[in-house]
């Protein structure tokens, strides 16, 4: 089943193609410097497969809002 997700912060669409215990455990197995930012981790799980980023302009806010919200 394909999920189609928005991150808490940054709002980056991506859908999900590993369960969550493979996501969490790809992402405690990362190096710290692979850690940096949310951005990064999102890259070294999109690389890895476990996730796709949708590069389709749309992005949520942290309320989950498509396009963000009058606070951002």
């Not at 749309?58 to 009058?70: M, T, Y």
Request: with cysteine; proline share 1%.
């Amino acid at each position: 089943m394909i999920v189609s997700l928005y991150s808490k912060h940054g709002g980056v669409h991506f859908v999900k193609k590993a369960s969550a215990q493979e996501i969490n455990r790809f992402v405690a197995d990362l190096p710290a410097a692979k850690k940096d930012s949310l951005f990064e981790v999102l890259g070294e799980l999109d690389k890895a497969g476990l996730i796709s980023i949708v590069n389709d302009g749309q992005f949520a806010d942290g309320e989950g809002r498509l396009e963000g919200s009058d606070k951002c």
